[in-house]
Structures are given as structure tokens and as C-alpha cells.
């Protein structure tokens, strides 16, 4: 999130742009199709099953162009202007192309007092772009985010909308990083609730990809 | 566990929290499985609501009156007196529970664990409510960032579809009842109950205006209530233990057990589960293992951003309930508990906490969509030792000009912890200004 | 009935009316800006805040508790609420600005955030003078702004579709325009797009904002932020005056004020009529406001030697009785017009009768599926209606063809038409009517074959009725001067044009755009008495009153029932 008090400009949205992806490329398939029915039938109105249609196209497409909203709209027989207003309301919609990995760090309350700025300076000097770009090789961007409701494992970010990676420090960045250039994104982690600890001894569940516990977070060095 | 904890006195300043044991989160292995989730009891609550006659839907309703059940949300409103509000069954009108997982207050993470652990208590929950107000569906608004544990319920629920819990004809009885989850994209706006339902409709999350309260025109215009993931998790233990139990256990006018979340500067930060009216200095010192590193307490926020923070020597005595919250100068919020160390500079604080509120502001009225934005650069303009004297009474003023006036809480929340912050630490702040408005920069 | 009290006032009320509304109907002002009576209510500017009480109820016996005075007493409300959504109930207690301090602070407050972000360009906006948040800015807004920080940057001249601009930064978030396309014309072309400070309305990308309705977001738009782009600094409001009027562009009759600088007519809005058009005008009905000022005829003409050569009015009609006078009655073709009043065409009937002419007809102007069902119809015209109800028809092609090829038109009477743009007849075919006598308002192509050729005043030059397709009858002011001023015009003219702003900037005996024409109620009695009929000059009003009195299809249709909204006439069966 940059700093928008400091340069409050909200630029125009291109009002005609060139089509990122081809009339072929621009279709559900039978099975998304479907499943686009399922979201409707769900909701006594199609206008309600925007949301996950545009979760399901950016999914399917990375991102939401102008075309892609479109397509999500015209699917359900709603009108692109509800889509469009919807798509730009909710920030985890991308509306422009993001790098392979959105790195989404929280530097919000807990986060912000646990080093959540830290992190994403260190993420910035590491792949030596500023937050809110994307590094050339369209592999990494980083965004500093709102709260993402894991203030027990502060500080920490979210891999584009999937998984979370919890008491983050610079060496574990160091080993993100490494595995998202290897192909290879983090599992679903399970933090254990301290109360489990001392009844369970550890995690309750057993099918639990992996495990961290909340540890006593860093102090940060850096608030903003 | 049948016992009532801190019963007599309704104070949670005895050591018997000690011996609590757990129940929104009892300690049971891989209990988010069905199976093992009605292995231990799991669903008889549902059952006996849908099968034995003294559990009409009214009297379901008067046990979660009887209970002394507070939503979990922030607002705190009784649950029971809420359910009442709903108006008799009309042929024809569709009645909707949206269930309320939004969980974007800053500092609060525990509906989450409920996801992880145990959703099925959620999903009894929501069903026992749907009985009790005779719902026709369920719409559980999950925030889009909890996309894996969206996908873990997703699963869980269709095994419960499959078993018959929910749906068409739960448990063989002529009740029929849907759970969808509904799955956010990104805005704190849609934890508001009714911006959320404006969500759930497709439409930008703009709250509205009320009344009519949602009780009479919710989700398409059809009488819905709105609660929370936690709050409907505690209706198969009312039903299950019965009411007096759960209005015997911990804060008298606040009672139940409830999931404090201790995030910040504390050795040990987590989700856990206590009865309400714990002592706070217990639940930093003896719950989390003290402030970190040894330091010395600042400040906490008892509750999620938006209440207002009490400083260090404010908490003795205080326990984490409504009544002695309140009392003390702050709210119970959502119990999201935020821990400040000594060494925390309040002014970036409340800078980074005024730069949430002007980012979450979903514009739909004025004085948040402006007054949010003005306020950040004002502190920011402090904190940067820019800021003067007069800028303080500004903010201040501006407070007063957003509090009450506009459509939903969010300015109300964006102003407590302006006004809280400066006049309780405002030594800091001014200590930031430049002492002339005068002085050139 | 029940009853509320609003700053110690009582007032009777009957139905659940919201409180704004109320309030705005009996006179009782209140800064408001989102809310518009046609659209959904979203209380989202705060600007109409007020505190609401209800009466203190005894909780044993229900009843309303009294202090020492006898008078209720009120339970406030913890928080002001916005008027526009608060529904009335009986009892109900209000404090305006006008009682209530803390109402006049939460004005000036909301004021103050409103204009933080709101670019001082007042100067240069259209909006300017008629502009909702500079009158109650002046009104009830604080002096100065304590706001010392980068105002938000947003798009501006974003041209959203052929005939709306958009100013991003002025843009207050009410929200009146995408509800206006989501509610109103239903086209959904608008929405709202970011979030917070950053919002503003849009067209989603490669869309053009092209609602047949579009312009009317302009009119509804409480600042400058929706301007047209075709009155774009063309005038400041207060340079210009209006006239009450209905739009002459279709069979709808929607009502409209005509705004006129110097005799040019420089734009067209709507003016409310529940009956018709509530607040509404078609862009279609706006666009023509050119033809009012633009290929005028430059006074009456005869033809001569040398083709049409300019004469003065009483040579014109002295010409035009001796032509007339000189064809046998009965081979007179009278062609009525649906684009000229009901007066004029009535006098023509009248006119044609006295000679032992047939009735005349008119050529229809239908475009079939031009239509909405709304304010746009299939007929191009403003009064077919009307001539129906006075007996003049549809013209017969087929029927005036037999008759020119038998030689049995010896005269035409074209009023206010063009019966060969129309092709009614062809360029060649109307140079074989020995006499061609033509009543215009614009240059066109039946001028070519006119003996004497006699400017029309328009509709925003006359006094006059029309009836709309579905029998609503209505009359009109004169908008702007003509030259030789009739005197009824020049009474008109006086109490027609709203002059709100006291402006010295126009001038209606400016004399440079005067055009030289009459309306056809003058010049028909002049042609009857050259051709020895003893006709009165009588006025619109008069002529109308006789209608009224004599044709059952125009029963009540009397300007003093007409008034401002027009009036419904009762349906006709069968007509003769």
C-alpha cells in the first residue's frame, strides 16, 4: 500500500484498452460454466453470484481485465457495470497483471509493532523493488496490506491470496524466496493454539500439512 | 465442566480460570473432522433441538436469552434478545442468518482458529439458530484472505450435506435449512453487518442505512439476522449444558466461555480460551507469559483497532467483560488483544491505525470518506514533526465532526481510538509538535 | 390526523411521508444533497441531519407523558439522523438548524468535509450560480477551511459518453447518477468505482456513456461534476433566462424551460410534471435547440420575377387573399401541421370551412420503433393529437395524388411543414400547383415552389396549445422575442421568463437575433379578412377558450385549467 496521503492522485482507468487476452482465450469452459451455475444457484439473484465468478475468472486468468470482467458479468446475465464497481471495490481482485507471487505482508497493528515494516524493507532490498511493483522477471510483487487476521503469529504475509507464512524473520524470507524460485509454494500451516500445546502437546490436527507455534515476536526497528 | 466458573462472585479475579476447561476449542484430536466431531458428542445438540418437542424454536430462543449470550462480533448485543427481533414466519418469505466469519478487525484472529478447529460446532451452531428463527439459509461470510480455510469448511460442509445435517430434510426431520459460504474479496467495510449483507447481494460493500434493521429487511429484503462465527459457535453448548451453565460461567452480565486473541509485545501471543471477566493483567502476565523481553507495559487495546486503548496503570482490577470495560474507558470489541511495550512510539501507532481506517473506508458518506483521510494526514503530519499544537485539537474536533453522523460504525471506530490515544498519551503528542503554529518548516 | 412538530411547529400529516420530503413540501429548507424525490434514498451526503424525538409514553397506561406546561415530553434521539430517510410518526418531534444548535454545527461540519477535497473552482464551472453546494455552502457552510493538505487528485474532463463530461474532483459521491441509470433509465452505464476517498462515478472501460437519457445526470448532479458537453462554457447561468415550455421533439409533450441568452436559444432542460415526464428529458429532446436559431427566414416573401423577394406583412397578405380568393374553394388543399398549435390549426380549419374547402389534413411524421414506451415515441411531431381532436387527419397520399393529376388542386395551404421534404409531393410535381402559399419556420425545400412564403413563429416564440399523444393538453410561453412584436406576445413575454438572477445579460429586445416572423394566430385572421371574412384578431387564450367551448374533444381545455402541468382531456371515442 503506498503512501497515498503523500501523493493523493487517482489516475483514470484506460476507458479503451487493448485486450490483453484473444477472443479464443476469453471463454469459460464447460466445466467452469457449470460451475458458475452451481454460484448462481446458490443466491436467489445472479447479481449475487458476481463475487465468486470474479474469484473463479482471476483464478482462471491471473487477473481481472476490463474483458475478463466482462466475460464474468456476461455469464451471469448481469449488467458490466455492477461487475466492474464490484471488481474495484474489493482490493484481492487484481485489476492489473501482479508478478507469479503476490507477497502481500501485513503491517497493520500487530503486525506493524512485531515488524511487519521489516519485512517488507527487507523484501524490498532483497528483490530490489519498492512495494506495490513487481520485480522484472514477473516473478515477485510486494504489497504491504491491512490486517490479514493472524495477529498471533506476527509478523507475517500471504503468498497471492493463498497460503499464509507466519513468524516471518529475514531468514525465512530468505527461504521463501528460494522456494518460490524453485516452483515451490508454501503448504498450508497450522499454528498450534498454545492452550493445545500444554494439553495436546503439540497440534491437534494430524492431517496438518505443518505446524508452527506463535513465538515471541521481534521487536521492529522500523514503524513506517 | 459442569461446574459454574467464577460463579459466585461473576468476577474472573480468582485463580480458577486455572481450571477451566476449554469448550469452543476443547482439547480433542482432529475434531474438525465429522466424524470425529460427532464421535465426541458432535451434532446432538441439532438433533435434540429437531427432535424433541420441548425444544420448540421459541424455547431455543429463550435458553439463548436465559444463557446471557453477548455477541462475539464487537457490538456485544444480547444474541437471544437479537433472534426475538426476527418477525413471525410469512408463506412465501425467504428468512436468511448471514454468519458473520468477515474477521478484519485488526487484532482479532479467532474466529479463524474456530475455522481450523472446529467448524462443525460453527456449522451446529448456525443450524440450531436456523431452527430457532426458522431459517431457510445460512450464508457464512468468510474474508476472501482466509481462501485455505474457506476451502477446508468447503470440504467439511459437503460431508455434512452428504450425512443429511444439512439441507433438505436435516436428520430425517421436516426441517429443511442451506448453509452457503460466501467468500469475501478484501474490505474490513464488509465485518458491518450491513455492508456485509450488500456483499453477500453482489453489490459494492456500502452499508446501509438503518432502520429497517435487517431483522426486517436483510438479505434481499427478507428478515435476516446477522451474527457472528464465534457467537452461533456457543449455541450447541447452551443447548447442550444448558443455559444457567453458561450464564454461570465467567463475567455476570457477559458471560460464556470466549476466544481472546493476544497478539503484540507478549513472550507467548495466541488465540485462548477462557471464560469473559479475566483479569487483563492475568491474561498478559500469567495467560501470555508477560511482556516480552521483560519490558514494561505501555498500553493495550482490549479489544481490535477500533476500541479505545487504556494505558498501562488504567488495567488494574480491570477484567475482559462489557461492564468493567466500559468502566475502565474501553470496550470488549471482539477481545483481539493488543499488547504495547514501553518502547512504543503511540503517534506512529495511531498514525498506522488512522492509515487503516482511511483505507478501509468505503466512501459512501462523507464525513468518513473525508474525515478518515484528513485525520491521517494530520497525524502523519505530527509524527513527522510537522504537526502543531492546534493540529491536536483539530483532530480532536474532527472526531466530534465524524462520531454519530454517519451511515455505520466505521467513523465511530475510526474516531475512539483518535480521541482515546491523544488524550492518553498526549504528552507524546505534543511532545512531536512544533511549539509554534507559527515556526516555519 | 397525526400530527408532528418540527422546531416547535405542529404540522398535520397524512400517509408515511420521509421527513426531508415533508419538510421541503411546507416550506421548511433543509441543506440536503444526495436525496432526489424519484430515486432510492441513501442518505449518504448527511447533510439533511436533524435530531428526532418521540413522546415519553407512560409505560403502564400509554400515555404521553406532560410536563407542567401540558406539553409532551420528548425523548431525543442519541444521534441526529438524516431527514431524507426518517419515516414520519405520529407525535414525532424535529429540531432543525433553526432550533438546534447542534444541527447547525453538524451543517457546517459535513460542509466543511464536503469542500476539503472539492476543487475551488466555482469561477470557471458551469455548475456555478445554481449550484446546490455553493448556495448552502454560502448558506450554512463554515467560514473558512482548516484543511491544509494535498487535495485528492482526480480524472477530469473525462468525456463519458457523446453528450456528458465528467469533473472527478468535484464529485461529492451522492451516488444521484448511477442510481438515476441503475433505477431510472435502467441502462446500468454508470457505477461507482474504487473505494473511499478515491471513489467516483465511471463508465466501466470501453463502454460510452450513451443512455438515451444520459443528459439527465447533468440536471440531478448537485455540482459541477456532470456537465454537457455541448453547454460546456457556453453561458453562465445567470446570463440567460427561461421560459416554462414542453419540447416539440416527439408526441410526448414532456415539459421542459427553454433557456435563452439574446434571443438564442442556448440549451434545453426538463421542468418536473408528475403527469409527464417527472424530472426527466430524453438528450433527443435537448439537441434541438439549434433549430430555433439557426436557417430563420428574414420576413415574409413574395414571388415575383425574380423568384421570392422580400415584402413587407400587409403586401404578404394582401397577396396571399388575392390568390387564395382567386382558386375555387373547393380546390384548395389545406394541409394542418402536427408541428403548429392547436390554435393555428384550428384557425385554419376554420378558414378552410369558410371557403367550401375540405377539412384539411396533415402529413404525419412516424417513425416506427423510434418509440421507448417512455418519453421517446414513435411520432416526431408535438400535436397530431391535437389535430386528430380537431378534426384534422392523417393526409391520403394516394387521394391527393388522384387529385393533382386531375388538376383539382388549384391552391395549396402548407402550414408549417414541408410537404416535399416529407414526399408528400415530389420537387416537380409541387412547381405544377398553380398557387403555393407556405406558413415555415425553418429554410426548406417546399419554399422553392411558395407564391408567398410567411415566416411561423416556434414554439418558443408564440402562445399556443399542444396535446400529447396519450390526450394531455398543454400550452407554452414565448421563450424569446420575434421581431414586429405582437402585443399578447409582448404581455406573454413579460411573465413567461424567469429572470431569477435579476440578469442584465439578456436582453429580449436585443433586436440582433430577433427573428423576423409571426405566429400563424396573427397571420391567419389578416389573410381572412383580405379575402372578405370578418375575423377579430383574438388571442391564443381567446381562441382556445372558443375550442374549449365548442369542440367536444377539448372539453375543459382552457388555459386557465392548462395552467403550468397542462391538462388531461377526457378520452374521445369516436370522432367525426
Known amino acids: 500500500m503506498s503512501d497515498f496521503i503523500k501523493h493523493p492522485v487517482v489516475s483514470l482507468p484506460d476507458r479503451a484498452p487493448e485486450p490483453v487476452f484473444s477472443k479464443k482465450e476469453l471463454v469459460f469452459t464447460e466445466a467452469e460454466k457449470e460451475q458458475i451455475e452451481t454460484f448462481r444457484a446458490q443466491y436467489p439473484t445472479p447479481e449475487s453470484a458476481v463475487m465468486k465468478t470474479l474469484w473463479l475468472a482471476q483464478e482462471k486468468f491471473g487477473f481481472l481485465p476490463p474483458e475478463v470482467i466482462r466475460l464474468a458479468a456476461d455469464t451471469l446475465g448481469i449488467p458490466f457495470s455492477l461487475a466492474y464497481g464490484v471488481a474495484t471495490f474489493y482490493t484481492q481482485y487484481y485489476k492489473a497483471q501482479q508478478g507469479k507471487y503476490v507477497l502481500d505482508v501485513c503491517t497493520c497493528f500487530s503486525c506493524q509493532l512485531c515488524g511487519g515494516y521489516d519485512m517488507v524493507r527487507y523484501l524490498e532490498e532483497k528483490l530490489d523493488i519498492r512495494e506495490g511493483e513487481t520485480t522484472e522477471d514477473g516473478l515477485f510483487t510486494i504489497q504491504g496490506v491491512e490486517c490479514l487476521g493472524a495477529c498471533g503469529t506476527a509478523p507475517m504475509l500471504q503468498v497471492t491470496n493463498g497460503p499464509y507464512v507466519h513468524n516471518l524473520s529475514r531468514e525465512k524470507l530468505d527461504a521463501l524466496i528460494d522456494a518460490l524460485k524453485a516452483g515451490k509454494k508454501p503448504p498450508f500451516v497450522s499454528v498450534t493454539l498454545p492452550q493445545d500445546e500444554d494439553d495436546l502437546g503439540g497440534n491437534r490436527r494430524s492431517d496438518a500439512e505443518a505446524t508452527e507455534v506463535g513465538q515471541t515476536p521481534p521487536a521492529a526497528e522500523t514503524f513506517e | ?441 | 390526523m397525526p400530527k408532528i412538530t418540527i422546531d416547535n411547529k405542529a404540522y398535520a400529516f397524512e400517509g408515511q411521508p420521509k421527513l426531508l420530503q415533508f419538510c421541503l413540501d411546507h416550506g421548511v429548507e433543509l441543506p440536503h444533497f444526495c436525496y432526489h424525490p424519484a430515486l432510492s434514498v441513501p442518505a449518504n451526503c448527511r447533510q439533511c441531519l436533524v435530531e428526532v424525538g418521540m413522546p415519553v409514553r407512560d409505560r403502564e397506561t400509554g400515555e404521553i407523558a406532560r410536563n407542567d406546561d401540558g406539553e409532551p415530553i420528548i425523548r431525543w434521539g442519541p444521534k441526529m439522523t438524516t431527514s431524507c430517510s426518517v419515516d414520519m410518526a405520529d407525535g414525532m418531534a424535529v429540531r432543525t438548524h433553526r432550533s438546534s444548535e447542534l444541527v447547525e454545527q453538524a451543517q457546517k461540519d459535513n460542509l466543511e468535509f464536503l469542500l476539503i477535497n472539492h476543487p475551488l473552482d466555482c469561477p470557471i464551472c458551469d455548475q456555478a450560480g445554481h449550484c446546490p453546494l455553493q448556495n448552502q455552502t454560502y448558506k450554512y457552510g463554515p467560514e473558512g477551511s482548516r484543511f491544509e493538505f494535498r487535495k485528492v487528485q482526480k480524472p477530469k474532463k473525462v468525456v463519458l459518453g457523446p453528450r456528458v463530461m465528467l469533473d472527478g474532483e468535484r464529485c461529492i459521491n451522492c451516488t444521484r447518477c448511477t442510481r438515476f441509470t441503475d433505477e431510472v433509465s435502467k441502462s446500468h452505464q454508470l457505477t461507482i468505482i474504487e473505494r473511499g476517498v478515491k471513489n467516483y462515478p465511471m463508465t466501466p472501460p470501453g463502454e460510452v456513456f450513451d443512455d438515451p437519457y444520459s443528459m439527465n445526470v447533468i440536471d440531478i448532479c448537485p455540482v459541477g461534476a456532470l456537465t454537457s458537453i455541448d453547454f460546456r462554457f457556453r453561458a453562465r447561468i445567470w446570463e440567460m433566462s427561461s421560459a416554462p415550455s414542453i419540447t416539440v421533439t416527439n408526441a410526448r409533450g414532456a415539459n421542459c424551460s427553454y433557456w435563452v441568452r439574446d434571443n438564442l436559444v442556448l440549451r434545453i432542460t426538463p421542468r418536473a410534471n408528475p403527469h409527464i415526464n417527472d424530472y426527466w428529458l430524453p438528450d433527443e429532446d435537448r439537441a434541438t435547440y439549434p433549430r430555433f436559431n439557426e436557417q430563420r427566414p428574414d420576413g415574409p416573401r413574395i414571388r415575383g420575377d425574380e423568384g421570392l423577394q422580400p415584402a413587407d406583412w400587409e403586401t404578404a397578405y394582401a397577396r396571399a387573399s388575392e390568390l387564395l380568393g382567386a382558386a375555387d374553394g373547393s380546390n384548395i388543399l389545406f394541409l394542418g401541421s402536427p408541428y403548429a398549435t392547436v390554435e393555428d390549426n384550428y384557425l385554419l380549419c376554420k378558414l378552410a370551412a369558410a371557403l367550401g374547402a375540405s377539412p384539411p389534413a396533415y402529413i404525419p411524421h412516424i417513425e416506427p420503433g423510434a418509440g421507448d414506451g417512455w418519453l421517446i415515441t414513435d411520432d416526431k411531431t408535438p400535436n397530431a393529437e391535437g389535430c386528430r381532436r380537431l378534426g384534422v387527419h392523417p393526409v391520403d397520399p394516394a387521394l391527393v395524388r388522384a387529385r393533382l393529376e386531375a388538376g383539382e388542386i388549384a391552391a395549396l395551404y402548407a402550414l408549417e411543414d414541408d410537404p416535399v421534404a416529407s414526399g408528400l409531393f415530389q420537387r416537380e410535381e409541387i412547381q405544377d400547383i398553380p398557387v403555393v402559399l407556405h406558413t415555415y419556420h425553418t429554410t426548406n425545400e417546399t419554399l422553392a415552389a411558395a407564391d408567398v412564403a410567411l415566416p411561423a413563429a416556434m414554439v418558443v416564440e408564440t402562445v399556443g396549445s399542444y396535446v400529447s399523444e396519450d390526450g394531455h393538453a398543454q400550452r407554452v410561453w414565448p421563450a424569446k422575442a420575434i421581431r414586429g412584436v405582437n402585443r399578447t406576445l409582448r404581455m406573454e413575454m413579460g411573465v413567461s421568463r424567469l429572470d431569477s438572477h435579476g440578469t442584465p445579460f439578456d436582453r429580449w429586445h436585443n433586436a440582433a437575433n430577433q427573428v423576423h416572423c409571426k405566429p400563424s394566430w396573427e397571420m391567419l385572421p389578416n389573410i381572412a379578412r383580405g379575402l372578405g371574412l370578418e375575423w377579430a384578431d383574438a388571442s391564443p387564450k381567446e381562441i382556445m377558450r372558443e375550442i374549449a367551448q365548442h369542440i367536444g374533444a377539448f372539453e375543459g381545455a382552457t388555459y386557465e385549467n392548462m395552467g403550468s402541468s397542462g391538462v388531461r382531456l377526457t378520452e374521445i371515442g369516436t370522432l367525426a
Open chain 2, 1 to 441: 465442566m459442569e461446574m459454574a466458573l467464577f460463579g459466585d462472585n461473576g468476577s474472573g479475579k480468582t485463580d480458577a480460570w486455572r481450571s477451566y476447561e476449554r469448550v469452543l476449542l476443547p482439547p480433542v484430536r482432529d475434531l474438525h473432522r465429522f466424524d470425529t466431531y460427532v464421535g465426541h458428542g458432535g451434532y446432538e445438540a441439532l438433533r435434540a433441538v429437531l427432535t424433541r418437542e420441548e425444544w420448540t424454536p421459541g424455547k431455543v430462543i429463550e435458553a439463548t436469552k436465559a444463557s446471557g449470550l453477548r455477541g462475539r462480533g464487537g457490538a456485544g448485543f444480547p444474541t437471544g434478545l437479537k433472534w426475538s427481533f426476527m418477525p413471525p414466519v410469512e408463506p412465501g418469505k425467504p428468512r436468511y442468518i448471514a454468519c458473520n466469519g468477515d474477521e478484519s478487525e485488526p487484532g482479532t484472529f479467532k474466529d479463524r482458529q474456530l475455522m481450523e478447529y472446529n467448524p462443525h460446532l460453527v456449522f451446529e451452531g448456525i443450524l440450531i439458530a436456523a431452527w430457532a428463527m426458522q431459517i431457510d439459509a445460512t450464508y457464512l461470510y468468510v474474508r476472501g484472505e482466509y481462501a485455505d480455510w474457506i476451502r477446508h469448511m468447503e470440504s467439511e460442509l459437503a460431508m455434512l450435506y452428504d450425512k443429511g445435517y444439512a439441507g433438505k430434510r436435516i436428520l430425517g426431520t421436516d426441517f429443511s435449512s442451506d448453509i452457503v459460504i460466501h467468500k469475501g474479496a478484501g474490505a474490513y467495510i464488509c465485518g458491518e453487518e450491513t455492508s456485509l449483507l450488500e456483499s453477500v447481494e453482489g453489490k459494492r460493500a456500502y452499508p446501509r442505512i438503518k432502520p429497517p434493521f435487517p431483522a426486517q429487511k436483510g438479505l434481499w429484503g427478507c428478515p435476516t439476522t446477522v451474527n457472528n462465527v464465534e457467537t452461533l459457535a456457543c449455541a450447541p453448548l447452551i443447548i447442550n449444558r444448558g443455559a444457567e451453565w453458561f450464564a454461570g460461567v465467567g463475567a455476570e452480565k457477559h458471560p460464556g466461555p470466549v476466544l481472546y486473541g493476544i497478539s503484540g509485545h507478549v513472550e507467548r501471543p495466541g488465540v485462548y480460551e477462557y471464560p469473559t471477566g479475566m483479569l487483563i493483567t492475568d491474561l498478559i502476565e500469567k495467560v501470555a507469559g508477560g511482556v516480552r523481553g521483560g519490558k514494561k507495559l505501555k498500553a493495550i487495546v482490549p479489544g481490535g483497532a477500533s476500541v479505545p486503548v487504556l494505558r498501562a496503570d488504567m488495567i488494574e482490577g480491570v477484567t475482559m467483560d462489557a461492564e468493567s470495560l466500559r468502566e475502565a474507558g474501553s470496550m470488549m470489541g471482539t477481545a483481539g488483544m493488543l499488547v504495547m511495550d514501553e518502547d512504543t512510539d503511540m503517534v506512529k501507532f495511531l498514525r498506522r491505525v488512522t492509515r487503516f481506517y482511511h483505507h478501509e473506508s468505503c466512501g459512501q458518506c462523507t464525513p468518513c470518506r473525508e474525515g478518515t483521510g484528513w485525520i491521517e494526514n494530520l497525524v502523519t503530519r505530527i509524527d513527522e514533526g510537522q504537526g502543531t499544537l492546534r493540529d491536536l485539537d483539530i483532530l480532536l474536533e474532527l472526531c466530534d465532526q465524524m462520531e454519530g453522523r454517519t451511515v455505520c460504525a466505521l467513523a465511530d471506530a475510526a474516531a475512539w481510538p483518535v480521541r482515546n490515544t491523544i488524550q492518553r498519551f498526549r504528552e507524546e503528542f505534543e511532545a512531536k509538535c512544533r511549539q509554534s503554529i507559527y515556526a516555519v518548516a
